[in-house]
């Protein structure tokens, strides 16, 4: 995991939360469903020493006793003398042999059922219903791992919502300050790729933090009934394998981080000579540098060879240690199965001595028990790798997690004051008193700047950093706040009033977030709910956008936005102005459309200005050169302070960082370029 964010994932997903919901009952699903798999494991070893009894063929001498001790009841055939009964091969000898294992108990009551007065039912049914118990057993942890896996896909959406929720809900209190407004890509990929990528990893993660533990412990505990001794001899070698491959993993993943780094640095001391061809040629050093490049090369191939034969020893190292600890495993194991006196041989002339007397003492080992020991290893094996590979998952979706975490955690620039109180709307002034304010990349977009505009008038914020105007527009709604000095309105620092009163009578429309995906109607009320058809006609008809709309497939139904109907940028524009003067703000701030628009839409607009700024305040950044001569007052800043202030024809006549600035902008010539007339030849 990655040491500088240890505890990141546990933000995701934390342990105290598996014992919770649904991810409590997924883990006891996935319990119940190792318990059913090593309930099969087991069904599959008495089916083995069923068919090893029955190979042999061989009846075993057993006192009466003993035999009524295990299966409670003495039958009435089979007497091999008066104080002893011949067990015959079949399901009784089996769970003869297995008298001593914890399920001893359950096989002599299952012989007992399976005994009907003097009839016992054959081998061949008995392994019948031993395999149908066991397809029995199987289906039932299917249904269990479903259900588990059901759960889990259920949280896995639930936290993906939750992030995305969050994600949503940090847009909305940090949106406003992203002035270049390019934090939206960014919050895309946060919201669908570093979300998906924790999503699936999340899915790895539960599924192995569920199941792991359940099948280590089931597996190990039925291996561990099979015989103490040989799962306590067999797992201190496999231990240390495993305990091997961990320790290889992360020295390889140290060394192999090491290794790219030292590459790296040799890669740039060979490259250098491709970034130093001026400097060679001048000095006619050309048989230098590629002396020079030649020695550099060799040692970066030399230290490459060095790392790849250290680590393919390494490698070999790691094969020869696993093939030992697999050896002793079987060693320890053939040498059990000789000295508890199993035969592999199925013939009559098989001795099995040794085998009775290891039975006698309670030492049973046969075929079938190494057999299943070994496959409980096998599993145990498997679910360590699924953990394993689940880590590597997991750090890999580290980077996504930190990614997320990283912007949740940002503060907002702006928020409520205690105590704030309502904002009446603009009625005298609007001052600014010593403002500056530094954008996040560190560039100062205003200056200590002070200014105050009346009331009821049309004025254009421009200046020759476009960032600045929109910056000082921005501080009117308080969607940034200053570093320093005051916003006033009517007096009233908007610092210690109401959001909810300041953006009710301050509204800004236009920009790039025109519209949303949703019907006309509700792109006018955008969320206002005591309003009405009648009201958003009205508007629309002041901002001539009920022009295209009576036109649009359902009018006022018709879906708009990303996924619905497409619209030009003169109709969303007019749809945005529609959507403010349902409000009927105080100070409407009016940010125009950058693309170019046909005559009859700015014939249109205009009309809708005229309209809109009657006994409204009006802040206009203007990408039309009529707007400009249209407004009371023009305001250019440059860097960070009023430049010049006037009307139009003023500041032609007074500024001359105005004329360049509307040359630049405006001027239909401002991208022509001289050519010389040779190159016309």
Known sequence: MNQREPKIFDRVFSNRQMFQGRAMWATIAAWFAAMLAASILLMAYWILELSLVVGEGRPIAVSTDDYERVFGALPDQDVAAPSQILV????????????????????????????????????????????????????????????????????????????????????????????????????????????????????????????????VVMFGLLALAIHPT?????????????????????????????????????????SESLTRSRLVSGYGMEHAAQEHFKKYLERY??????????????????????????????????????????????????????????????????????????????????????????EQLRDEAIPAAMRVFRYLDRIPEVGQAVGAKFLQPLSRSLDLLEVSYTSPDKVVLLDR?????????QVALISTDPQAALALASLLPRFIDPQHGQVL??????????????RAETLFAGGPDVAFTGTVL????????????????????????????????????????????????GQAFRLALARAILRDPALLIIEEPSQQLDEDTKSLIDDAYQRIAVQRSVIYLPNRLATLKRCDE????????????????????????????????????????????????
């Not at 440059?638 to 430049?643: L, N, R, S, V, W």
């Open 489 to 502: 309105i009517d007096g009233e620092d908007i610092a210690w009033v109401t959001l909810e009163s300041l």
């Open 301 to 390: 191939q030399t230290d490459a060879s060095s790392i790849e034969r250290q680590w393919h020893w390494r490698t070999v190292f790691k094969g020869i240690a696993t093939a030992l600890c697999g050896l002793v495993v079987l060693i320890l194991i053939v040498i059990k199965l000789t000295s508890s006196g199993t035969s592999f041989s199925l013939s009559e002339d098989a001795k099995p001595e040794a085998a009775v007397a290891a039975r006698e003492s309670g030492d049973h080992f046969s075929l079938a028990a190494a057999l299943t020991l070994a496959a409980c290893f096998v599993l145990i094996s498997k679910a360590f790798r699924r953990w394993r590979e689940a």
């Open 88 to 215: 015959r091969p079949g399901f009784a000898q089996v769970a003869w042999r297995n008298r001593h294992q914890p399920w001893g108990s359950l096989l002599a009551l299952v012989e007992r059922i399976f005994t009907r007065g003097h009839e016992t039912v054959s081998p061949p049914m008995t392994g019948l219903l031993l395999v149908f118990a066991a397809a029995l057993m199987w289906l039932g942890r299917r249904a269990c791992s479903k259900w588990a896996a059901r759960q889990r896909t259920r949280l896995e959406l639930e936290i993906a919502g939750q992030m995305r929720s969050h994600i949503h809900r940090q847009v909305l209190r940090l949106g406003p300050a992203d002035l270049q407004r390019t934090d939206s890509h960014g919050v895309l990929d946060l919201f669908t790729r570093d979300i998906g990528q924790i999503r699936q990893v999340l899915a790895k993660w539960l599924e192995a933090s569920e199941e792991v533990p359940a099948q």
């Open 634 to 681: 023009i305001i250019l800043l440059h860097q960070g302070q009023i430049a010049a202030r006037g009307t139009h024809a003023h500041l032609v006549k007074t500024s001359q960082l105005f004329r360049h600035w509307e040359y630049v902008r405006f001027n239909e010539f401002r991208h022509v370029v001289d050519v010389p007339q040779e190159e016309h030849k």
């Open 449 to 457: 700047l002070t200014c105050s505009i009346s009331a009821h008038r």
């Open 522 to 569: 509700e792109n006018i009320f955008a969320g206002l709910s005591n309003s009405s058809l009648a009201n958003a006609t009205e508007a629309a008809k002041i901002t001539h956008a009920q022009h295209f709309i009576q036109r649009l497939p359902q009018g006022y139904e018709t879906v708009i936005g990303e996924h619905g109907e497409a619209l030009d940028a």
């Open 230 to 270: 040989m799962t306590f001899y067999c797992g201190v070698p496999l231990i240390l394998y495993w305990v091997i491959q961990q320790h290889y993993r992360q020295e390889r993943l140290t060394a192999q981080e090491v290794a790219a780094a030292h590459s790296q640095d040799e890669l740039r001391l060979l």
